[in-house]
T-cell receptor, first 116, second 110 residues
């Protein structure tokens, strides 16, 4: 295990439903990320939080709403999704913002979302 | 196209053989990382190589980086069935983001 947990692991929802994905990290990290992984497409960065503050919103539609109440928890609130939003949603964390700092990211197992 | 592109998209080999995957990128980078993903699971960090390094080893993994060609390769020696997974390179330009490619799907047959 990587120290990053995600719930639920699988979620099926209709287009009119409202649901939330939860991510929790037990690593004492200060940066957290949401990614979307669709078949045959690169991993898409959605949101970045650093010390609970959002530092990146990668032009994500407003039907996805992130929330970071503290450095250990990250939520992704979903409402009025479309079938093309079906994908694996991955949460990740790192001690500080990854990238140029040369830090690795630790990923959770993901939530497999199906939108009917 | 995206920053990191892996080649080949898919690779099938027998146990014991070596597997080589390549990654090309477009902009200057601070470092490059390789990750592994088992089917339907999260990514696991394998190795990081900095822009001033040319080669790095970790167990059966060997990573090279050629910044003049903007490319990297991941070599897995003496592959095992348990190495079956998707492998991604992630480039770190001089920003705080990691940019992932589409990955190479490796199948190792017993």
């Amino acid at each position: 295990e990587t120290g990053v947990t995600q719930t639920p692991r699988h979620l099926v929802m209709g287009m009119t439903n409202k649901k939330s994905l939860k991510c929790e990290q037990h690593l004492g990290h200060n940066a957290m990320y949401w990614y979307k992984q669709s078949a045959k497409k690169p991993l898409e960065l959605m949101f970045v939080y650093n010390f609970k503050e959002q530092t990146e919103n990668n032009s994500v539609p407003s039907r996805f709403s992130p929330e970071c109440p503290n450095s250990s928890h990250l939520f992704l609130h979903l409402h009025t999704l479309q079938p093309e939003d079906s994908a694996l949603y991955l949460c990740a964390s790192s001690p500080v913002l990854a990238g140029g700092t040369g830090r690795e990211q630790f990923f959770g197992p993901g939530t497999r979302l199906t939108v009917l | 196209s995206q920053q990191g592109e892996e080649d080949p998209q898919a690779l099938s080999i027998q146990e014991g053989e070596n597997a080589t995957m390549n990654c090309s990128y477009k902009t200057s980078i601070n470092n490059l990382q390789w990750y592994r993903q088992n089917s339907g699971r999260g990514l696991v960090h394998l190795i990081l190589i900095r822009s001033n390094e040319r080669e790095k080893h970790s167990g059966r993994l060997r990573v090279t980086l050629d910044t003049s060609k903007k490319s990297s390769s991941l070599l897995i020696t003496a592959s095992r069935a348990a190495d079956t997974a998707s492998y991604f390179c992630a480039t770190a330009p001089v920003t705080d983001k990691l940019i992932f490619g589409t990955g190479t799907r490796l199948q190792v047959f017993p």
